[in-house]
C-alpha cells in the first residue's frame, strides 16, 4: 500500500530519461539522470478571447493550441555521461580502458565527430518519479517491486532549447538545460493487476507455466543453451520480481498526434556510477588566447612589454542556443515538429583578474578580427586509469575554435580587484560551435597490475589527432 506523504523532499524525486523517438523508441530502456541539482517543471495555457460588437463580455475564452510545457535541469558535471542520456553528439574518449589489453588507442571508425548538434538525439520522454519519505529515491531500484506505487509525472515528446555550463571559483561546474514539451500526464507506476505491471506479472507467470509443463507433458519445451532441461519443484521457487510499468506520455507528433496505444514501458530504470563525483574548481583548467589587438591578459603565457603579470580567471559561462521553429498545421492544436533552426549563435563569456596589458589598439580590430580558439578541460584531480606518467585524467573537454570578441569591460571597486568581463560569440551548425569529449564509455579499472602499467599504450602515451587523416572530418573538436 502507499504510504503517507506529508511533503516532497529532494531525495524523493528523481529525472528518468528514456531513448528517442518518443514515440517508439529505438531502445526501451529507462536512464536515471545523475547529479540533478534542481528541476522546475510550468505549464502555460493558450488561450484566444472571442468578443463581438454589442456585447460587454467575452463569448468565449477558447484554448487554440496546446499548452505550453517547459522543463529546466541543472545538474552537476560529471564525466559527459548526463550530455548523452540528453542527446548531445560526444566525440567520445580517444583511449579505451581494458582489462585484457590495458589502455589502447580508439579506432577511428568507432569515433564520433561534429558538434553538439550534430546527429542529436532528440524528442525524448521524460519522467519526474516521486517517492515515499524517509527513502533514498536510487534505492528502489533493490527492492522487490521496484519503483512499483510510486507516483510519476510523465512529460511527453522533449525538445532541448537551451544548454549552457558555468564554473566559478569555490563552486562546482554545472550545466543547465531547458526542454519544451508537448504534454503532461499524472500517473502511478503499476504493479500487481494494475497499470501495465500487471501485464510483466501475467507475462512472466506464462513462463513459469511453460516451464512447469515441460516436467509432465511436453519433450524438450524449455531447454538451456547447453539442452538440458530446467525442472521447478515447485512454483514457489520461481520468484517472480514485479518491477512495475508506466504509461508513456508521448504522443505521435507526425501523425496529428495520436496517442501512443502499446503497453508502455517497465519501469526497471538503468542506475550509472560515474568514477568523478562532481568537477571541484582545481580540476577546471581554461586555455583562451590572448587578444591580438592589446588589452587584458587572458593566457598565463604572458609577453607584455611593460609591467608582467598573469591571468586569473573566476569564472566563465557557455550558452548554447538549440533554436527551432514549431510545425503546426491543421487537424491538430499539436505541433508535428520541432526542427532546429542554422546558424545560430552561442556566446561564452570570462570574468578575469587580471594584473598586466598586452600592447596595441582596439580600433584595429576592423583589420585583426581573428578567431579565437578556446580549450576548457575538466578533471576530478585523481588518476583512476592506470597511467602512472598521468598526474590526473581529463573527463570532459569543452573547445571552441571560431570564437569572436564581442566586448570586454574593466571595473574597479573600492576594496576589491579589478575585474574584466571578456565577452565571445560563435556560429552553430552540425560542425562547427561547442565540441564536447567525454570519457563515461570508460569507468573506473578495478585491476591495476603490472600488465596495466607495461603495456604499450603507457610506455608513452601521445595526444591522438586526426587532423591529418583524409577520412577525418575536417573541422572536428580537439582530443584529449
Not at 530504470?269 to 590572448?290: D, E, F, M, T
Not at 526542427?339 to 582596439?362: D, H, N
Not at 603490472?450 to 595526444?463: A, I, K, Q, T, Y
Request: charged residues 25%.
Amino acid at each position: 500500500m502507499p504510504g503517507t506523504r506529508n511533503a516532497i523532499r529532494y531525495n524523493s524525486v528523481g529525472v528518468f530519461l528514456t531513448e528517442s523517438p518518443a514515440y517508439e523508441p529505438k531502445d526501451e530502456t529507462i536512464k536515471f539522470l545523475n547529479r540533478v541539482q534542481s528541476a522546475s517543471l510550468s505549464l502555460d495555457v493558450q488561450r484566444q478571447n472571442v468578443q463581438h460588437i454589442g456585447s460587454d463580455n467575452f463569448l468565449e475564452r477558447k484554448i487554440v493550441s496546446a499548452a505550453s510545457v517547459n522543463l529546466n535541469l541543472e545538474y552537476l558535471l560529471t564525466d559527459g555521461y548526463e550530455e548523452d542520456i540528453l542527446g548531445f553528439n560526444l566525440n567520445g574518449s580517444p583511449i579505451i580502458y581494458t582489462e585484457e589489453f590495458g589502455v589502447i588507442d580508439r579506432p577511428l571508425s568507432d569515433r564520433k565527430f561534429g558538434s553538439i548538434h550534430n546527429n542529436i538525439q532528440e524528442d525524448k520522454t521524460a519522467f519526474l518519479v516521486v517517492g515515499e519519505e524517509h527513502f533514498d529515491l536510487t534505492g528502489y531500484a533493490n527492492r522487490q517491486n521496484g519503483y512499483s506505487g510510486l507516483d510519476v509525472i510523465g512529460i511527453g515528446n522533449c525538445f532541448i532549447t537551451n544548454y549552457s555550463v558555468s564554473a566559478s571559483v569555490g563552486d562546482f561546474a554545472k550545466a543547465s538545460v531547458d526542454i519544451v514539451a508537448s504534454d503532461v500526464t499524472y500517473d502511478c507506476i503499476g504493479f500487481g493487476e494494475e497499470g501495465v505491471g500487471g501485464k510483466f506479472q501475467r507475462i512472466s507467470d506464462n513462463i513459469h507455466a511453460l516451464l512447469l509443463e515441460s516436467e509432465t507433458s511436453e519433450e524438450n519445451l524449455a531447454l538451456l543453451e547447453n539442452e538440458s532441461k530446467i525442472f521447478l519443484e515447485s512454483s514457489d521457487e520461481f520468484e517472480v520480481r514485479n518491477l512495475g510499468g508506466v504509461d508513456p506520455p508521448s504522443m505521435d507528433l507526425k501523425n496529428f498526434a495520436a496517442e501512443r496505444t502499446d503497453s508502455g514501458f517497465i519501469f526497471d530504470p538503468k542506475i550509472y556510477k560515474a568514477a568523478a563525483l562532481a568537477i571541484p574548481p582545481g580540476g577546471i583548467s581554461v586555455n583562451v588566447q590572448n587578444l591580438n589587438i592589446g588589452g587584458p591578459v587572458l593566457n598565463d603565457d604572458n609577453d607584455a612589454e611593460c609591467s608582467k603579470g598573469y591571468a586569473h580567471i573566476q569564472n566563465f559561462e557557455i550558452n548554447v542556443p538549440f533554436e527551432r521553429e514549431d510545425l503546426e498545421g491543421f487537424q491538430s492544436m499539436h505541433v508535428f515538429g520541432r526542427k532546429i533552426k542554422y546558424p545560430q549563435l552561442g556566446t561564452i563569456s570570462f570574468s578575469v583578474i587580471s594584473s598586466a596589458f598586452e600592447r596595441g589598439k582596439f580600433s584595429e580590430i576592423f583589420c585583426k578580427d581573428d578567431f579565437y580558439k578556446i580549450e576548457i578541460d575538466l578533471n576530478n584531480q585523481c588518476r583512476f586509469s592506470c597511467l602512472p606518467i598521468w598526474a590526473k585524467d581529463t573527463n570532459m573537454k569543452f573547445t571552441i575554435s571560431n570564437a569572436k570578441l564581442d566586448s570586454y569591460s574593466l571595473n574597479e571597486n573600492i576594496g576589491s580587484y579589478a575585474t574584466f568581463d571578456c565577452s565571445f560569440s560563435f556560429d552553430i551548425s552540425k560542425n562547427r560551435g561547442v565540441f564536447i569529449d567525454g570519457t563515461f564509455e570508460n569507468s573506473r579499472l578495478e585491476k591495476c597490475g603490472p600488465d596495466m602499467l607495461s603495456s604499450p599504450r603507457n610506455m608513452e602515451v601521445s595526444n591522438i589527432s586526426t587532423m591529418g587523416d583524409k577520412d577525418a572530418p575536417s573541422d572536428i573538436g580537439v582530443v584529449f
